[in-house]
């Protein structure tokens, strides 16, 4: 198992702020991983990262950015929130073949 | 390419009644397939998983097979629970998908509604 943390929960903002969600492990995965998850459930890839100072785009085109400076931090940032950002953002990591979930932060834009 | 089909939802069961939700996927290799399982306002949780061909994973009274033959994996209990509710994923991986990400691919999600 893997204890993933991420912060906030919950988001209420308005556009055009500037937000980071913030995702940790303590494990010393390696491999990480952002979705987003729309509310017809369905989750897409956004970013990835195979360790320290590696970023890769996912299947979703994303207006947001992220780091990974350190092994057990992956930041997600949006630079100027909009209502189209509304959604949920889940962070996992993986160990062997199977990835492990936070309990994800939920955005919503006004 | 590369994906899992799961069956639409919503499946709505009495309690105690036995549930199956299906699952399908077509993979170049050899997958490792997994059941993920999100409780309301959470993340994914994984459930089981099964990493080569005859592997049955069970957790919790769930139970699924890793049929190669019919590239099935689909998620069975025999007595489901109001605490059962919760909308479940099926997903793949693959050790080498596109060369290099190790991707899960996901199913679109079975929501499960079971009532007392």
């Known amino acids: 198992e893997a204890d993933i943390y991420q912060t906030p929960r919950y988001l209420v903002i308005g556009t055009g702020k500037k937000i980071t969600l913030e995702c940790s492990q303590t494990m010393g995965h390696d491999k990480m991983y952002w979705y987003q998850q729309d509310p017809g459930m369905e989750l897409h890839l956004i970013h990835y990262s195979y360790g320290v100072n590696s970023t890769e785009k996912g299947d979703l085109s994303s207006e947001s950015t992220v780091s990974r400076i350190r092994t057990e931090h992956f930041p997600l940032t949006l630079e100027s929130a909009r209502p189209s950002h509304t959604s949920q953002y889940l962070c996992a990591s993986k160990v062997g073949e199977t990835q492990y979930f936070g309990p994800g932060t939920r955005l919503l834009v006004l | 390419g590369n994906s899992v089909t799961q069956m639409e939802g919503p499946v709505t069961l009495s309690e105690e009644a036995f549930l199956t939700i299906n699952c399908t996927y077509t993979a170049t290799g050899y997958p490792s397939l997994f059941w993920y399982v999100q409780y309301p306002g959470e993340g994914l949780q994984l459930l089981l998983k099964a990493t080569k061909a005859d592997d049955k994973g069970s957790n919790k009274g769930f139970e699924a097979t890793y049929r190669k033959e019919t590239t099935s994996f689909h998620l069975e209990k025999g007595s489901v629970q109001v605490s059962d509710s919760a909308v479940y994923f099926c997903?793949?991986?693959?050790?080498?998908?596109?060369?290099?990400?190790?991707?899960?691919?996901f199913g679109t999600g079975t929501l499960l509604a079971v009532q007392p």
């Open positions: 997903a793949l991986s693959l050790p080498f998908y596109g060369g290099a990400t190790n991707k899960l691919i």
